[in-house]
């Protein structure tokens, strides 16, 4: 019988210093401590890490380490932005969502697998973590003396029968509407009237309590300026209020209880982000409250912004935001099918809220906010 030819790797003598131990294919090292080959775990770890440390992953991604160190300074100095155009107001009213370039940053850094990029995203992370990581969970606590509820019920909303039979049923013991009209006026004055037994209409805002109201006035917050506003008739300027203040006698003591609507913003093609009435109006109304000589009050409306724009300084100086302190989330209240900025606000003073929420779609381009507070 013919036995084959033994190959060259066959022939090698068993003890030829050369020949690698049997089993081992030939270009495999023995690893120290008995770990073999670029399969084994201990050398792909430390082959890991000298990929790391190397110069490689710190030169790679210049562009996206630079896009990560500008969004965290646009969000740790927005307050610095110029708000020529109100540019800076823009930027405040939708800094939340600055949040979202993070995870694609990391996306990119991961795929060109920079470590600087990587590196530079912790300020993003910090910053944002700092600025709202707070509104992540629920701060809401049990209790409560008066539950407030704030809504811009729009002017073209087309059930306001269907609005004032939802808000009805909402629990509030103050309710602040903003937006009135002359034609939904009385659907809503008869929709609520048998929940509340108190209401005043100060031009296009109104407030409906269970509990009575006095001290009631329309509050000049500039909705008309300049030469020609002093020549309007009174019943003219009223029509077109858009602030009051009144104060609610509770069991436990007056409280001042503001109502506003302040002027709508634009975003035009060549002007910007135009904010003029608005900011006059956030003026006045600061002013306004500056004055309030008593030590419990309520803030309800529509702001027409955020309260991390710099404009509403003058009132968030003095009142705090509900939402902030107790809320649930970021309570986004605009556009309602698809909620991103809070807009429609209520602040305090000399009152501790308690809870805040937002409530369902009434049909309005605003979702109602509420909130409980306690003394």
């Known amino acids: 019988m013919m036995w084959p030819t033994p190959s060259a790797r066959e022939t090698s003598p068993p003890d030829d210093p050369s020949a ?11 690893a120290p401590g008995g770990d073999t080959g670029p399969g084994t775990g201990g050398g792909g770890i430390r082959r890991a890490v000298r990929a790391l ?25 927005h307050a610095r932005i110029t708000d020529r155009g109100s540019l800076g107001s823009l930027v405040e009213t939708f800094l939340p969502w600055f949040g979202l370039f993070v995870p694609v940053l990391l996306a990119g850094a991961l795929w060109r697998r920079s470590a600087s990029a990587v590196a530079a995203l912790l300020l993003p992370v910090m910053v944002w973590l700092n600025l709202f990581g707070a509104l992540l969970g629920d701060k809401s606590q049990p209790g409560g003396d008066l539950t407030v509820v704030s809504h811009n019920v729009d002017a073209g909303n087309s059930d306001p029968v269907g609005t004032a039979r939802e808000l009805a049923a909402s629990g509030a013991d ?6 009135l009209t002359p034609q939904a006026l009385d659907a809503y004055e008869k929709g609520l ?9 100060q031009g ?13 006035g329309p509050v000049d917050i500039e909705t008309d300026y300049g030469p020609l506003a002093a020549t309007k008739p009174a019943d003219v300027k009223m029509a077109g209020n858009r602030a009051l203040r009144t104060t609610v006698t509770t069991g436990k003591g007056p409280v001042a209880v503001y109502v506003a609507h302040l002027g709508s913003v634009r975003l035009m093609p060549r002007s910007g982000f135009w904010t003029g009435s608005r900011d006059r109006n956030a003026e ?9 000589p008593n030590r419990r009050v309520v803030l309800l409306g529509d702001l027409n912004g955020t309260t991390d724009d710099r404009v ?20 986004f209240t605009w556009p309602a099918r698809f ?23 009434t049909g309005s381009d605003h979702l109602p906010v509420a909130a409980r507070i306690a003394w």
Do not use: C, N
């Open 284 to 292: 006045a109304l600061g002013k306004a409250l500056a004055a309030e």
């Open 174 to 179: 103050v309710l602040a509407l903003e937006e």
């Open 193 to 201: 009237a048998k929940v509340y037994r108190y209401h005043t209409v």
């Open 53 to 77: 440390a190397g110069p490689g992953p710190w030169k790679r991604g210049p562009v996206l380490a630079a896009l990560a160190l500008s969004l965290g300074l646009v969000m740790l100095l």
């Open 312 to 331: 509403f300084d003058a009132i968030t100086s003095r009142l705090r935001s509900a939402p902030d302190v107790a809320g649930d989330g970021f309570g």
């Open 204 to 216: 296009t805002v109104g407030l409906w309590s269970k509990l009575p109201l006095s001290d009631t």
């Open 20 to 30: 690698p131990p049997s089993g081992v294919e030939p270009g495999d090292a023995e």
């Open 339 to 361: 909620p991103v900025a809070r807009i429609d606000q209520i602040l305090v003073r000399g009152v501790k809220p308690r809870s805040s929420w937002v409530l369902p779609s």
